[in-house]
């Protein structure tokens, strides 16, 4: 698939510019120093967006997303980045272009203009963005608060069978306490472990994922991962694909790093589903996959420049949310091998159920964060650290609470609502990127020119 140096341009400084903006650094090996650009493995020169001078000193200040934006900066920025031209580049090359791509095209420059006028609110430089809006942008449907009933129903019965008794709300959560302190992951064992569950998850990746796929993705590495301790970040983990190491002969090494936080409260069964998630058959895998679709002329460009906050992201979190079934070949909780593992993945759904509603609490009724916690903690059952970072650094991001928090759930229901109605051939393929780049709307189109 040829790539042009204009279109490269204007792919690098449509979605580097609104990253720049926002303070993100896409070579930036740390999560810490991401923003909204997820990626840059191709072999292709950084665009103006990032090499300017002024980009450096907006990065350095922390962008619109900074406590006190740094106005020189970003105005030095924006005179000298045409960032508004560059994503109207981008929108006419959507329009010029047919089929699965130029719908993606499409769906990211609507993302990207959302990201703008986010930007230009937090500097009082535009009118308030509706909420609403920004929802429909990163999932391409309108917002609704989680339903957590059925999900904690489910928690309630098979923790009251593990011998945890959960009759009533409060005791479903002290017994969820009891349940993940009993199994907590020991800080000092997290790599260890990481190693034995991505042993164990390749296998089942390599038994029930990989036949589905074209052969010539059999040999990609999937779990070229590296575990790093991280301390007092905002997050409780960050995937951060590389992509950027080569072999001798030039093929890709397909490397990335997971940083973990070492206050992170999660039990062993919830690590195994995050390992899902992360690195095989999930967020690791996906991009290792991407890159090779890439390097073998399967995608175009803008699939080395993935984004955070869009509709592909939200696909990309979805299939992450739904790895671990994956991995089992199943496409029910109730059909994973042991309860302990049932508890655990259904504990990681009312997780993403929390981020959205955290979300929505916040931006669509206007909650305080301590009240958002509350819930969180109270319907959602997830532990006090997620309570805390899900209502205040996620949720209250003027970008992160409004775009990315919303799409987790999104992509989740999606996902899993697909693979109940098609068959496996025609959706995993489609999922990982081999029927052309797709995020969350068009990804049924590319499923259904497969069956």
């Not at 907590?184 to 034995?196: D, E, N, Q, Y």
Request: proline share 5%.
């Amino acid at each position: 698939m040829a790539t042009t140096r204009g279109f490269t341009d204007l792919v690098g400084d449509a979605v580097l510019g609104v990253d720049t903006l926002w303070g993100g650094d896409v070579l930036s090996a740390s999560g810490a120093g991401r923003s909204v650009a997820d990626s840059w493995f191709a072999r292709e020169p950084l665009p103006g967006a990032y090499t300017h001078e002024s980009a450096a000193r907006l990065r350095a200040s922390g962008g619109v997303a900074a406590a006190s934006p740094d106005s020189g900066a970003v105005e030095a920025y924006l005179a000298a980045i045409d960032v508004p031209g560059a994503i109207a580049g981008l929108a006419e090359e959507a329009r010029d272009l047919t089929g699965l791509r130029g719908a993606y095209l499409d769906g990211l420059v609507i993302c990207l203009v959302a990201m703008w006028d986010l930007a230009m609110e937090v500097l009082g430089k535009g009118e308030p963005v509706p909420y609403a809006r920004c929802v429909r942008a990163s999932t391409g449907a309108d917002p609704e608060p989680s339903e957590p009933g059925e999900l904690r129903e489910r928690v309630g019965a098979l923790i009251s069978r593990a011998g945890y008794p959960a009759d009533s709300e409060q005791q479903l959560l002290a017994a969820v306490d009891a349940w993940r302190r009993d199994r907590l992951v020991p800080a000092g064992s997290i790599g260890s472990l990481a190693t034995a569950f991505i042993a164990r998850l390749e296998a089942l990746t390599a038994r029930h994922v990989v036949p589905l796929l074209p052969e010539e993705l059999h040999a990609v590495p999937r779990a070229n991962v590296r575990f790093l301790p991280i301390r007092d970040a905002w997050f409780s983990g960050s995937m951060n694909y590389l992509g950027r190491a080569q072999d001798a002969d030039g093929a890709p090494q397909y490397e990335a790093t997971y940083e973990i936080n070492s206050a992170i409260m999660i039990s062993v069964p919830e690590f195994e589903a995050l390992i899902g998630h992360e690195v095989v058959p999930g967020h690791v895998t996906t991009f290792a996959y991407l890159q090779n679709l890439y390097v073998r002329g399967q995608i175009g460009f803008e699939g080395t420049v993935l984004t955070m906050c869009t509709r592909g992201a939200a696909l990309h979190e979805g299939l992450a949310n739904n790895a671990i079934l994956l991995a089992h070949g199943v496409a029910d909780v109730a059909d994973l091998p042991d309860d302990d593992l049932k508890i655990g993945v259904l504990l990681g759904l009312l997780q993403d159920e929390a981020k959205n509603q955290s979300s929505y609490l916040t931006w669509k009724e206007g909650w305080p964060q301590a009240e958002v916690a509350l819930a969180l903690r109270r319907d959602y059952l997830v532990s006090l650290e997620r309570a805390d970072k899900l209502s205040g650094a996620w949720g209250r991001h003027p970008l992160l609470g409004r775009m990315y928090l919303p799409a987790y759930r999104a992509g989740t229901r999606r996902v899993a609502e697909l693979r109940r109605q098609h068959p496996a051939t025609a959706v995993v393929p489609a999922l990982y990127g081999c029927r052309g780049l797709v995020d969350l709307v068009t990804v049924e189109r590319a499923i259904r020119a497969a069956s």
